[in-house]
């Protein structure tokens, strides 16, 4: 569940956690992503980009506009 009150960030997995390190795996499933195509949105805080800077071949990350209805 993503927090409502500040900017937010659309996270895409794209590559497979298939032969990456345990620790890039457990990575991506505290994200919320289970598999390639899989995408969650998380706040912009600097908790999540410092998990976001351990899995960047995996993912690609994107800005959420509030103003778009989801």
């Known amino acids: 569940m993503a927090d409502t009150s500040g900017p937010s960030i659309r996270v895409t997995q794209v590559k497979s ?22 995408a969650n949105t998380l706040p ?14 995996l993912i690609t990350v994107e800005p959420v506009d509030r103003q778009e209805p989801t």
């Open 44 to 57: 912009d805080r600097p908790e999540i980009r410092g998990m976001l800077a351990r899995v960047p071949h």
């Open 17 to 38: 956690s298939i032969g990456t390190k345990p620790k890039h795996r457990g990575t991506l499933r505290a994200l919320g992503l289970r598999g390639i195509g899989q």
